[in-house]
């Protein structure tokens, strides 16, 4: 089965770059198969990440930014395929 995992967070006024250099250099505890990073309107930052295993299975996550990068706390979606 494939998980992915959607990590989505809203960048204080001003520091959307910041917030995605933050995104980026951030590593996990072993590598996904997969990893994409995505920038939207509104400073707005998205990370996927792909892993074999199960909905439940606990799985290596992005953590919260600092909390001065950020508008609103992290949202964060599991889905599988399906």
């Known amino acids: 089965m494939t998980v992915a995992l ?3 967070a809203k960048a204080a ?7 995605l250099s933050w995104a980026r250099a951030r590593q996990l505890d072993g590598p996904p198969q997969r990893r994409e990073t995505y920038a939207a309107p509104g400073d707005r930052v998205l990370v996927i990440t792909w892993w074999a295993a199960g909905l439940s299975d606990e799985l290596p996550e992005l953590p ?14 599991r889905f599988e395929q399906v």
């Open 6 to 8: 959607m990590w989505e």
């Open 13 to 19: 006024a001003g520091r959307g770059e910041e917030l």
């Open 64 to 77: 919260d930014p600092p909390e001065e990068l950020t508008a609103r706390p992290v949202h964060r979606w």
